[in-house]
């Protein structure tokens, strides 16, 4: 979920985050927030998220 977080950071999802302050974002906490909503599986040896709600 991670990787997701960071996907989502880089992205703008989150608006326009300034470069510098990246790097104290609390990824997990927000990977744990995400996790609320979004679900991981494992098929045929690839991973997908899907959001759940």
Known sequence: MK???E???DEGLFGGILK???YYLDY???AR???MD???T???GQRLIY???
């Open 33 to 35: 927030d995400l996790s």
């Open 42 to 44: 494992e098929i045929a």
């Open 51 to 53: 959001r759940c709600a």
């Open 7 to 9: 996907q989502f950071v």
């Open 20 to 22: 510098r302050l990246k």
């Open 38 to 40: 979004y679900a991981e």
């Open 3 to 5: 990787e997701l977080t």
């Open 28 to 30: 997990d906490a927000i």
